[in-house]
């Protein structure tokens, strides 16, 4: 069964660092997300991508975030300079054309931990 | 803005059956999803409704009533592997914004 992969599945970075998360979305899925889940917490919208283009960004997608679509298959999310709170799990997803619209497959996250 | 709470936690038995409601503050959703999560993992896809009414898939059901702005999700039988959290979650109408409920984490005991 196809499936969301990302990589590395922990990333360690000091505070004031650019990191860069990386998936690959199921391959014939158009429209891709990033969501981020603080320990404990709920799951959080960050950013929706269709078309090459961001579709929608909540409140915490700030300048200091930004997504690509460089290839064919990558998905990426940077965050430029890393804040403690930037701490969270972040998780891709990407949902297709067939199938139920809203069904949305999750890719199993990048934790990130920021010192 | 839109919101969704849960409780935060239930606990129920083994063969059990068990409802997570899910009441919403929203001015326009297209339908409510309930996805599950166990501890370190990913969120999975359990159901949609895009309507009133309700949905049954194995021995899960979602139900929705726009009119009421609730939903709940019941799972009979309970096994012990479904012990994770649930959330519930709508798609902001107009737009691929997908807000996720608070969250209700589910302890099946033996």
């Known amino acids: 069964e196809p499936e969301v992969t990302q990589t590395p599945s922990h990333q360690v970075t000091q505070m004031g660092q650019e990191v860069i998360l990386r998936c690959v979305p199921i391959?014939?899925?158009?429209?891709f997300y990033w969501y981020r889940q603080i320990l404990g917490q709920k799951v959080e919208f960050l950013v929706s991508?269709?078309?090459?283009?961001?579709?929608?960004k909540s409140e915490i997608f700030d300048d200091q975030f930004s997504v690509e679509r460089p290839d064919g298959s990558n998905f990426t999310l940077k965050i430029r300079s890393t804040k403690l709170e930037d701490s969270a799990m972040y998780f891709c997803?990407?949902?297709?054309?067939?199938?139920?619209?809203?069904?949305?497959?999750f890719g199993p996250g990048t934790r990130l931990t920021v010192t | 803005g839109q919101s969704l709470e849960q409780p935060s936690e239930v606990t129920a038995v083994e063969g059990a059956i068990v409802q997570i409601n899910c009441t919403y503050q929203?001015?326009?959703?297209?339908?409510l999803s309930w996805y599950q999560q166990h501890d370190g993992g990913a969120p999975t896809f359990l159901s949609y409704?895009?309507?009133?009414g309700l949905e049954e898939t194995g021995r899960f059901s979602s139900f929705l009533s726009r009119s009421d702005s609730y939903g709940y999700l019941l799972l009979q039988e309970l096994q012990m592997k479904d012990s994770a959290s649930y959330f519930c979650?709508?798609?902001?109408?107009?737009?691929?914004?997908?807000?996720f409920g608070t969250g209700t984490r589910l302890k099946v005991l033996a």
């Open positions: 997803a990407s949902t297709g054309t067939s199938g139920s619209p809203y069904e949305q497959y």
């Open positions: 391959s014939n899925h158009l429209y």
């Open positions: 991508f269709y078309n090459n283009e961001i579709s929608e």
């Open positions: 929203t001015s326009g959703f297209y339908g």
């Open positions: 409704n895009a309507l009133d």
């Open positions: 979650a709508v798609r902001d109408k107009g737009t691929y914004k997908y807000i």
